[in-house]
């Protein structure tokens, strides 16, 4: 079984920081190739495969170090590569890739190994909150013992070598992801965000580049992969991260202080045609769930937590809705489906009582 | 007092021809104007208020019989200013014109009108659902006795003299105002807009010329005005109604039929965000309050009906809202005071029970 519940999974601990309802998850990727052997989109098929056979039987050997589970993105059925796709476990690209591509998933899902997606070989450690310095030991203790055994494309000036040159370098890149819905309401995003791109960070939507920030979920990476160390990219990104969850704080705080109307619009509105609708596209769901996401944190929903609101978030996607119902189906019907669930998992959630005279 | 409380206005008879669910009211207008006096945006004021000098004391004497007030637009506060406009009673433009303009309603507000908005008189007759007839016997009777009294602009080949020329002939005006939500669900709508284009009709949301029609409402109306006496214009008119009507009510079935989902999660949406909303626009209120009004004509709506819908979309507009509150409030504070009194008047509405499995 390459994947769990998610009940069991990506569980916050007390140990995520304390800003886990701002700072949802933070991750680590290291990019590496194989030396002399082509690029994975420069090599053929035969190349690919015999990538993926030398560098299988290590993985299902030290897999078994941390109970991971490996397969052939291949021989995957669409809705457990949906799946994975949905859990950030294989990008979407790596979804569509054929005879050669694979992954190793760590039983925690903390871990992960993409052979053949872009480079050779990604690997890929996801933590609660702002961890990313325990993401950074994990990500990292899986590169030294891969490097033990294998030998890495890596020029002495240049550093490691990638397929794309932005990641030549570290091959890192550190990421975490942040839901600032508060700044959206408080109509300060878009001046925040245009202040992480002068500072030289990414920022995209949860889905990755090009996405919509589908449900307010920002992913912050850094941009420069050449000429700093991991440590200091980490802890810049920390840093500005840390300044992000403050404003966003910060935002919230006003909101409930000088909007609470606003805010009370927001997650009752959610709340409310979640209960109700009977049909719900993915990205709408998100979104009514990011409110709720907020309303939780701001004390004003009773019976309900955000790792639920959080479990829900993956269950109402695509990948994981059909699985749930044991059957591949229509957009059209997912969406009477995910309305369903919604409606379901939610009918006892209230708002707390709160002042009505604003 | 110049207008009554809508529960006692308006309310829908027996008598409106079976179709007031979707044909919600109609109205017939006649411009006329003074001969040898210029149209009111060609004269100076001095001669403005002369007209209505001359027209008022006979309207005033002539208004004792259908229990009629008159008033000078100016001497008017905004508020009631905007309610007029609301109910149709006088037009938006109507409403910023200076000395000299004045208007007459009728006790049971069926008929009105207005002195020097862009013709001297403007004699309007309104009925509830496709009553088009008797909305032209009103305003046909009113005509006649201010034709005994005034001696009209008035050419033997050309009919009626207006100040545009787009009204010159019989000056008359008939219209029809329908609810269309069922065409738009079914997305049918943009066609049978197209259509009534075609045959030379003119199709205006609720607030007439180039506003956006708010609540799914349509005013359909004759674009010509010379050549056809009044009886065959409303007659085309009918008949075009009648077959969008019909139109409209198919709409419903079949998405009752086919899509029940569709319908339901309308309907379910509007009233839970309607009970739930702390801020809510005028445009984005009148929106779910179509989506109810089409759940009450199916059938899908507890404790309520759809005059109790069409009075509140009466007063959750700005100036219905601000009298009932007895004060002039800012935009912002009408949301949150619109939103108060929406989830207030609509609280003990339920969804009748339906069958789920769809």
């Not at 059957?327 to 002042?355: H, T």
Request: charged fraction near 25%; charge should be neutral.
């Amino acid at each position: 079984m390459l994947l769990r519940s998610a009940a069991n999974t990506r569980r916050r601990t007390a140990s995520d920081g304390g800003a886990a309802d701002i700072a949802v998850s933070c991750r680590v990727r290291l990019a590496r190739n194989l030396r002399c052997v082509r690029f994975p989109d420069w090599a053929d098929e035969k190349e690919r495969c015999r990538v993926f056979d030398l560098l299988s039987p290590w993985l299902m050997k030290e897999a078994g170090l941390f109970h991971a589970t490996i397969a052939a993105v291949g021989s995957l059925d669409e809705i457990t590569r949906a799946m994975l796709c949905e859990r950030h476990l294989i990008s979407r690209e790596m979804a569509e890739r054929g005879p050669g591509a694979g992954v190793v998933v760590g039983a925690d899902e903390r871990l992960a190994v993409m052979i053949n997606e872009e480079d050779h070989l990604r690997i890929q450690a996801i933590m609660p909150g702002m961890e990313l310095a325990r993401a950074w030991a994990s990500a990292n203790a899986m590169d030294l013992r891969l490097e033990e055994q294998f030998e890495f494309a890596f020029h002495n000036r240049l550093g490691y070598l990638t397929a794309c040159p932005s990641n030549v370098g570290t091959g890192m890149r550190a990421s975490v992801m942040v839901h600032l819905l508060g700044l959206r309401l408080s109509n300060d995003l878009d001046a925040v965000l245009r202040a992480l791109e002068r500072l030289r960070l990414t920022v995209r939507g949860v889905n990755g580049e090009g996405s919509e920030a589908a449900g307010h979920m920002f992913q912050i990476s850094n941009q420069e992969t050449l000429g700093s160390d991991e440590t200091a990219l980490m802890d810049n990104l920390l840093d500005v991260v840390g300044d992000v969850v403050h404003q966003e704080r910060n935002a919230r705080l006003r909101l409930q202080r000088d909007s609470p109307a606003v805010l009370l619009d927001c997650v009752a509105r959610a709340l409310a045609i979640i209960q109700s609708a009977r049909i719900m596209e993915t990205e709408e769901a998100l979104d009514y769930l990011s409110a709720l996401r907020l309303g939780v944190s701001m004390g004003l929903v009773r019976r309900l937590t955000i790792a639920h609101v959080d479990a829900l978030a993956l269950h109402v996607q695509p990948g994981h809705l059909q699985r749930r119902m044991g059957v591949a189906l229509e957009p059209a019907r997912r969406d009477v489906m995910r309305a369903n669930l919604m409606r379901e998992m939610l009918r006892p959630v209230v708002l707390r009582g709160m002042k009505e005279t604003i």
